[in-house]
C-alpha cells in the first residue's frame, strides 16, 4: 500500500514537499516513482529512484527544480519540489515496481502498484 501526502495551494516560485509512505511489504528492492496527471491530460512521469545505488530519473520538464529522495528504510519516497510553475498544477501519483528496468522506469507500465494521488496547484 503506498500512501501519498503533502499537496496543496501554493504561489509560482514557491516550495512544496510530496511523501509517500509504502507499507504492507518490503519495497527495498523496487524502484519508486512519482507520476502526475493534470485535467484533462495523461498522466506523465515526473521521477523516479532505484533503491539499489540510488539512481535517479526526472522529467526534462522538472530536471533541476525537483528532487526524489528516499528515508534510510526504504519506507518512504519524497519529492521535494521548488521553483513551482503553475503547468505543475495536477494530481500526485506515487508507484511502486518490482524488478522494473531502467528502459521501464518512465512508463507508467512499470509499476505495479499506486497510491491514491495527492493534488498540488500551483497559483500565478
Known amino acids: 500500500q503506498l500512501q501519498a501526502s503533502g499537496g496543496g495551494l501554493v504561489q509560482a516560485g514557491g516550495s512544496l514537499r510530496l511523501s509517500c509512505a509504502a507499507s504492507?511489504?518490503?519495497?527495498?528492492?523496487?524502484?519508486m516513482g512519482w507520476f502526475r496527471q493534470a485535467p484533462g491530460k495523461e498522466r506523465e512521469f515526473v521521477a523516479g529512484?532505484?533503491?539499489?545505488?540510488?539512481?535517479?530519473l526526472y522529467a526534462d520538464s522538472v530536471k533541476g527544480r525537483f528532487t526524489i529522495s528516499g528515508d534510510n528504510a526504504k519506507t518512504t519516497v519524497f519529492l521535494q519540489m521548488n521553483s513551482l510553475k503553475p503547468e505543475d498544477t495536477a494530481v500526485y501519483y506515487c508507484?511502486?515496481?518490482?524488478?522494473?528496468?531502467?528502459?521501464?522506469?518512465?512508463?507508467?507500465?512499470?509499476?505495479?502498484?499506486w497510491g491514491q494521488g495527492t493534488l498540488v496547484t500551483v497559483s500565478s
Open positions: 504492507g511489504r518490503t519495497f527495498s528492492r523496487y524502484v
Open positions: 529512484i532505484r533503491w539499489s545505488g540510488g539512481l535517479t
Open positions: 508507484a511502486a515496481g518490482y524488478g522494473t528496468i531502467l528502459s521501464m522506469m518512465r512508463e507508467i507500465r512499470g509499476y505495479g502498484y
